[in-house]
């Protein structure tokens, strides 16, 4: 019998994230645990924890989970896998160990789907290094899953949200589409070129970026998911205190992403994206609709968003481009904080 994942689910990946705004409502009445070895907590909205060992070593901690992205589950478990280790590299951080998160409906779907799903994550993983060694399963539908993943980073190396400065340059690395191309698929109005090249990047590593951003020295990085683009860019700006500026025009989209939204494809994740940025973002006028609707479109397993000091910029650049990253571009900048902290232009 062959699964179609996608059949089960009202919305996958990272558009089933909570939305940004009700998740910080809730997390401004937590308390945050206070410990001097804690390096990084949720206070910049990072990627990850991190945690101070000794002066030579740290743990990055991570975890990310979410349904069905794609219809075949041995695709669906690299996608969860790669999106959850990302979380990792965003951070400077190399990935070491894993535990697998997983909600499968048994008596709904054939123990095989879950079998390849598990094979699907564990192949990704021992691709990025990572040893799964164990996890947990409960009976649950739609199926969910992804990792909890430790890695090593040395205390002083982080890169965080907070790490970018006025006058950086800033880098994505992977297109931006995913939200948009696989929500046409479900409305049967994707080309299938598109669907391959989106799934294509989902299950892409982001360890290549992860290790040019490293022996450039960078300090500021995170990786786009859920809450698309503009979000990641506008909870870096915040915690940098400084305002970004991307040029929307410049930024790399996935095959037909652009027209898809003339056709109406705009998944509902984007307009939540959008009300959570809007009193913090200045639009320039006249910018295009579809543009400014593609930089809400919530990723799953996006590229990294690199802050690079501007003298850096071309070799880095460059160097991402021979790691295979080829749409690797400078899609805005760091400016010192002025009245908002996202300016899209
Ligand atoms: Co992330
Ligand atoms: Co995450």
Same mark, same amino acid.
């Given at each position: ?7 089960? =689910?009202?919305?996958?990946? &990272? ?12 997390? @401004? ?26 002066? !030579? ?17 041995? !695709? ?6 790669? /999106? ?6 965003? *951070? ?9 998160? %997983? #909600? ?12 390849? *799903? ?8 021992? $691709? ?21 993943? =430790?890695?090593?980073?040395?205390? $002083? ?24 191309? *696989? ?8 080309? +299938?070129?598109?669907? +391959?090249?989106?799934?294509?990047? *989902? ?8 290790? %040019? ?22 909870? #870096?700006?915040?915690?940098?205190? =400084?305002?970004?500026?991307? $040029?929307?025009? &410049? ?11 003339? +056709?109406? &494809? ?6 939540? /994206?959008?009300?959570? &940025? $809007? ?12 543009? @400014? ?18 003298? @850096?910029? +071309? ?14 571009? =400078? ?15």
């Amino acid at each position: 019998m062959t699964v179609d994942l996608l059949k089960l =689910v009202e919305y996958g990946g &990272c558009s089933a994230k909570i939305p940004a705004k009700q998740l910080e409502e809730i997390l @401004k009445f937590l308390p945050l645990p206070s410990d001097p070895n804690i390096l990084v907590d949720i206070d910049t909205h990072d990627d990850a924890g991190v945690y101070r060992i000794n002066d !030579e070593l740290a743990l990055v901690l991570t975890t990310d989970f979410f349904p069905p992205v794609c219809s075949d589950p041995y !695709e669906f478990g690299q996608i969860a896998a790669a /999106n959850s280790i990302s979380d990792v590299y965003a *951070m400077g951080g190399d990935p070491v160990l894993a535990l697998n998160i %997983v #909600m499968f409906p048994a008596k709904g779907l054939p123990l095989s789907a879950y079998a390849d *799903m598990l094979k699907g994550g564990f192949d990704k993983a021992t $691709e990025a290094g990572v040893r799964i060694i164990g996890g947990h399963t409960i009976d649950d539908t739609p199926p969910k899953y992804g990792l909890a993943v =430790v890695g090593f980073v040395h205390p $002083e190396r982080i890169a965080t949200n907070a790490g970018a400065h006025p006058g950086d340059k800033l880098i994505l690395t992977k297109p931006v589409g995913t939200g948009i191309i *696989m929500a046409a698929q479900r409305m049967g109005i994707a080309a +299938e070129p598109d669907i +391959e090249e989106a799934k294509r990047l *989902m299950k892409l590593l982001n360890k290549s970026g992860a290790e %040019v951003m490293k022996k450039y020295n960078i300090r500021g990085a995170t990786d786009i998911t859920g809450f698309g683009l503009a979000g990641h860019a506008l909870k #870096m700006a915040r915690a940098s205190k =400084v305002s970004i500026n991307l $040029e929307l025009g &410049c930024v790399p989209l996935i095959g037909k992403a652009y027209s898809l939204v003339d +056709e109406g &494809c705009i998944p509902g994740a984007s307009f939540r /994206n959008l009300e959570y &940025c $809007e009193n913090e973002i200045s639009l320039a006028p006249g910018l295009d609709y579809n543009l @400014k609707m593609l930089a809400f479109d919530a990723q799953t397993s996006g590229g990294l968003l690199i802050s690079v000091p501007e003298e @850096k910029t +071309e070799a880095l650049l460059s160097d991402l481009h021979s790691a295979g990253l080829e749409s690797a571009t =400078v899609v805005g900048e760091a400016l010192a904080m002025d009245s908002k902290h996202l300016h899209l232009s």
